[in-house]
Structures are given as structure tokens and as C-alpha cells.
């Protein structure tokens, strides 16, 4: 069964935050994507808001801040893990060739 609108939203904010959204914030996402933005786009949307930047060095510049640091904090918030190996293997191999689209990865 696919996930609705809401749980989808949630899972990008649990992605990011660790935390669920507040009513506010998914009310607008799902009118985001009501209107056309797809889930990509809103993730990310999310990687230049202030919270992002500020909670993961990588977001605000990925040129100089650790990809492992920001991918092992994004498996922790989601699958309340350490990467294993392979996977923090992808991820830092993707995020080297598209650093600035990383979070429509997640």
C-alpha cells in the first residue's frame, strides 16, 4: 500500500529532524503537493531552510563539512542505526557526484 501525502511528509521531516511535523508545517507541505510539488522537490526544499543548515554542517557546504557525519545523523533519525558499510559507501559516492542534490536523496 503506497504511503499518503501525510506519511510521506512525515517521513522527510523524521529524515531531517528526527521529529514529526507540526500541524502547521505538514498542513502546508500537503498543500505544496497538492498543488504539483512532488516529494523530491519538497526534500529538497528542506535542505536550505535554516534548521537543516544549522543541524547538519554538510547542507549549508557540502564542499568542506563530512558527507559521513550528515549520512550517519540522516540513518540515525530513520532507521535508528550506523550506516553499514556499503550503504555509507553509496551515499558518499552519490553525494560527490551531485552534492547539491543530496537531499532529494533521502
Known amino acids: 500500500m503506497a504511503l499518503t501525502a501525510a506519511q510521506q511528509i512525515t517521513e522527510i521531516y523524521i529524515g531531517y529532524y528526527n521529529r514529526a ?16 510539488m512532488t516529494y523530491a522537490q519538497i526534500a529538497q526544499s528542506f535542505s536550505v531552510q535554516t534548521e537543516s543548515t544549522n543541524t547538519y554542517a554538510y547542507l ?8 559521513t ?15 553499514d ?3 555509507l559507501a553509496f ?3 552519490r553525494s560527490t557526484q551531485a552534492p547539491h542534490q543530496w537531499a532529494q536523496r533521502l
Open 21 to 36: 511535523p507540526d500541524a502547521a508545517g505538514l498542513n502546508y507541505w500537503i498543500e505544496r503537493h497538492t498543488a504539483g
Open 60 to 67: 549549508a557546504n557540502p564542499n568542506v563539512a563530512s558527507v
Open 69 to 83: 557525519t550528515f549520512l550517519t545523523s540522516v540513518y540515525a533519525n530513520l532507521f535508528n542505526r550506523a550506516p
Open 85 to 87: 558499510t556499503a550503504g
Open 91 to 93: 551515499g558518499q559516492t
